[in-house]
C-alpha cells in the first residue's frame, strides 16, 4: 500500500513525465524536422530564440521530474526496481541531452548546419523512446499498486 505522502509524489512525478513525453514529441515529429525550413539568413536568430525559450518550457520540468523521481527513490514506502530502471533511464536522458543535445544546439547558433539538424532528428529518436519507456513503466508501476 502506497503512503498519501508518496502517492502524492508519484502522481506529481507523473504528470511532469506526461509532459515531457508529450513535448519531446513534438520536438522529434515537429520542430526539429522545421529547423530545415528556416531561411538560412535567419538561422543563427532562430536558434537562439529556441534555445532561450525552449529552456523557459523544459528546464523547470525536466529539474522537477528529477527531483520527484529523487524523492520516489529515496522513500522507504517502496522499493521497485520499476521506479528504479526509470530513474536510471531519467539519468540517462540527462546525460544524453547534456552531452549531445546541448553540443549539437551551441553548433547551430553559427548558422545552418543540416549535417547537425539531421543528427538532432535521429538523437533525439533515443531520447523520444526513453521518454516514452518511462511513463509506459510509471503507468505500469501505478496500475500494480492501485490494485493492492
Known amino acids: 500500500m502506497l503512503t498519501n505522502n508518496f502517492a502524492l509524489v508519484l502522481f506529481v512525478h507523473l504528470i511532469f513525465t506526461s509532459v515531457m513525453t508529450g513535448v519531446i514529441w513534438v520536438i522529434q515529429i515537429v520542430?526539429?524536422?522545421s529547423f530545415h525550413f528556416v531561411e538560412k539568413e535567419l538561422?543563427?536568430?532562430?536558434?537562439?530564440?529556441?534555445m532561450n525559450r525552449i529552456s523557459i518550457i523544459v528546464i523547470p520540468i525536466m529539474l522537477a521530474e528529477?527531483?520527484?523521481?529523487?524523492?520516489?527513490?529515496l522513500n522507504k514506502s517502496s522499493k521497485s526496481s520499476l521506479l528504479?530502471?526509470?530513474?536510471?533511464?531519467?539519468?540517462?536522458i540527462w546525460a544524453i541531452t547534456g552531452v549531445f543535445f546541448s553540443k549539437a544546439h551551441n553548433k547551430l547558433i553559427i548558422g545552418y548546419q543540416e549535417l547537425v539538424v539531421n543528427q538532432l532528428?535521429?538523437?533525439?529518436w533515443i531520447r523520444t523512446l526513453l521518454w516514452t519507456l518511462r511513463?509506459?513503466?510509471?503507468?505500469?508501476?501505478?496500475?500494480?499498486?492501485l490494485n493492492k
Do not use: D, R, W
Not at 538561422?43 to 529556441?50: E, N, P
Not at 532528428?121 to 533525439?124: E, I, L, S
Open 66 to 73: 528529477l527531483i520527484t523521481g529523487l524523492l520516489l527513490l
Open 84 to 92: 528504479i530502471i526509470s530513474f536510471v533511464i531519467l539519468i540517462l
Open 31 to 33: 520542430h526539429y524536422p
Open 43 to 50: 538561422y543563427t536568430a532562430f536558434q537562439k530564440f529556441h
Open 121 to 124: 532528428v535521429v538523437m533525439n
Open 135 to 145: 511513463l509506459l513503466l510509471l503507468i505500469f508501476f501505478i496500475h500494480l499498486h
